[in-house]
T-cell receptor, first 118, second 112 residues
Framework: DVKVTQSSRYLVKRTGEKVFLECVQD?????MFWYRQDPGLGLRLIYF???????EKGDIPEGYSVSREKKERFSLILESASTNQTSMYLC?????????????????FGPGTRLTVL | ELKVEQNPLFLSMQEGKNYTIYCNYS?????LYWYRQDPGKSLESLFV?????AVKQEGRLMASLDTKARLSTLHITAAVHDLSATYFC????????????FGTGTRLKVLA
């Protein structure tokens, strides 16, 4: 089974702190994703990465950065945490689609980190 | 702009009843995914639908895909309380990346 783990289930930080959220997957997936989930707003993509050291902005990258130094690990960084970054953060990974009619891109999600910024 | 719309957004149903959740999307994507999320938990993959006419079933849940209508349905048969959760559909972005576009989610509550 694919396993995606996140470093913390719950995290409380203060405004202005630098916050690191870590995500590790054990299935040699090329693609990794960071989402945030807020009531009424659904899941929103922050950043994703399709290879080591490669990253692309998602829909809401402002206030965040990411790092992917190793294939299995994708880190989300809040440079200076703010209260509006209080949210549930979900990491996911997927295998690159190989092309063709039956290829697909099923994403597997970690357990989530509930971050509270005071 | 690619949109994925689910309806209903909220669904309260009695145990034993049948119901269908609808997922409409606005692109030509022919791959659609269904996920379940329990309160306070992460997303669990339920179904991957890869082509027009695809049908998958697991227990009391059955998902189907009509790419011509750009519609997927998640049918619940004889609902039980354990099915209470939020259900999301997602389609692959057509931008050449591996991004998903998620639907809004349907919060299902099955009443005993």
């Amino acid at each position: 089974d694919v396993k995606v783990t996140q470093s913390s289930r719950y995290l409380v930080k203060r405004t202005g702190e630098k916050v690191f959220l870590e995500c590790v997957q054990d299935m040699d997936h090329e693609n990794m994703f960071w989402y945030r989930q807020d009531p009424g707003l659904g899941l929103r993509l922050i950043y994703f990465s399709y290879d080591v050291k490669m990253k692309e902005k998602g829909d809401i990258p402002e206030g965040y950065s990411v790092s992917r130094e190793k294939k299995e690990r994708f880190s989300l960084i809040l440079e200076s945490a703010s209260t509006n970054q209080t949210s549930m953060y979900l990491c996911a990974s997927s295998l690159s689609a190989s092309g063709g009619a039956q290829s697909y891109n099923e994403q597997f999600f970690g357990p989530g980190t509930r971050l509270t910024v005071l | 702009e690619l949109k994925v719309e689910q309806n209903p957004l909220f669904l309260s149903m009695q145990e034993g009843k049948n119901y269908t959740i609808y997922c409409n999307y606005s692109t030509t994507s022919d791959r659609l995914y269904w996920y379940r999320q329990d309160p306070g938990k992460s997303l669990e993959s339920l179904f991957v639908l890869l082509s027009n006419g695809a049908v998958k079933q697991e227990g009391r849940l059955m998902a189907s895909l009509d790419t011509k209508a750009r519609l997927s349905t998640l049918h619940i048969t004889a609902a039980v309380h354990d099915l209470s959760a939020t259900y999301f559909c997602a389609v692959d972005s057509t931008s050449g990346t591996y991004k998903y576009i998620f639907g809004t989610g349907t919060r299902l509550k099955v009443l005993a």
